[in-house]
């Protein structure tokens, strides 16, 4: 009886394993963690989880202190293509100017199936001219091929 359990999963392991494609792609966006900016270009006060999600809430009631916006990204992927494509896309809107769209892209090497982090910025004249930032999705490509994506509730 043993045996024979062992062998169907022997069996449906070697299935498995011959029915995946060897050199096919595979990605996730895990998290992402949107920051706002003060002038200096801080996004807290100190190392202090507590710290910073109290600066990000005064940053949010006062935002004419921000001065921009960080985008932390968790992600991970399996490629042969050495160069991946971590890109954000923005959506802002202000009460004077029609909604806008901004994108930001980072070449990214594979990770071999461990977690990395990657910050994009967006700051200056971009992040004036975007307005609030009232949506946002997070994509990792190989070339052509969306591997992973995350998104705002508003996107």
């Known amino acids: ?24 792609a595979s990605g996730k ?7 706002h900016l003060d002038a200096q270009g801080r996004h807290t ?9 109290a600066y990000q809430a005064y940053l949010r009631q006062n935002p004419q202190l921000r001065a921009g916006q960080r985008f932390d990204i968790c992600w991970r992927a399996r490629a042969k293509n050495p160069a991946l494509t971590l890109r954000v896309e923005l959506r802002g809107a202000s009460s004077v100017r029609a909604p806008r769209e901004h994108t930001l892209t980072t070449p990214v090497k ?18 004036r001219a975007l307005g609030e930032i009232t949506a946002w999705r997070v994509t990792l ?9 995350q998104k705002s509730l508003l996107w």
């Open 1 to 24: 009886m043993r045996r024979l359990r062992a062998g169907l999963l022997l069996s449906g392991l070697l299935l498995l394993v011959a029915a995946t494609p060897a050199d096919a």
């Open 29 to 35: 966006v895990v998290k992402v963690l949107p920051h």
């Open 45 to 53: 006060l100190s190392p202090s989880l507590f710290d910073r999600d």
């Open 110 to 127: 594979p990770s071999r199936g461990l977690t990395r982090w990657t910050g994009l910025e967006i700051q200056g004249e971009e992040f």
């Open 141 to 149: 490509w190989d070339g052509d091929q969306l591997l992973g994506e």
